[in-house]
């Protein structure tokens, strides 16, 4: 097998010919660092082709109440987000950072989290975000049923975001 630059091991099969015998000799970063491109050449046919490597991220699987598991899609999330943020001064480009963020975060929980971990994650990051959405998107998760649901969850906003007051 050849080596290309910076020792790189070269053993991809050539488009042209099959041959398993190339060199790499040219690396470089595609997709904003998400992957690597590399420029090969094959040590039977003399043809150059490119192929790209990226990093295979475990599956991350959703736990839902009733026991069923399905793949984690962070289009979900953006959309339960702007359903609650609807007509408030949320960009779509802040929903899309608290989405990629948050599944960053949950990745590194393990490869499986329950819908109910999740919704209480989503909820943390729009308490930050827009109190307003917050309300709308907890009570949908939390299933208000009634007025007085919604005052316990101002209250218990209120006292999270209250300041302290000197003594």
Do not use: W
């Amino acid at each position: 097998m050849g080596r290309g630059p910076g020792g790189s091991v070269g053993s991809v099969r050539c488009p042209s010919c099959s041959s398993v015998d190339d060199k790499v000799v040219d690396s470089r970063l595609a997709d904003d660092g998400a992957a690597i491109r590399r420029r090969r050449e094959c040590l039977g046919c003399g043809r150059r082709f490119t192929t790209f490597e990226r990093v295979e991220e475990v599956a991350l699987l959703v736990v839902k109440r009733s026991g069923h598991r399905e793949p984690f899609d962070r289009a979900k999330i953006v959309e339960g987000m702007r359903a609650a943020a609807k007509n408030r001064p949320v960009t779509s480009q802040q929903l899309d950072a608290v989405a990629a963020e948050l599944e960053e975060s949950l990745r590194l929980q393990g490869p499986e989290l329950t819908s109910e971990q999740i919704g209480r994650r989503v909820l943390d990051r729009l308490r930050v975000l827009d109190e307003v959405a917050y309300l709308r998107f907890a009570s949908v998760y939390k299933g208000f049923e009634d007025v007085g649901d919604f005052e316990r969850e101002v209250g218990l906003l209120a006292k999270s975001t209250e300041p302290k007051r000197p003594s």
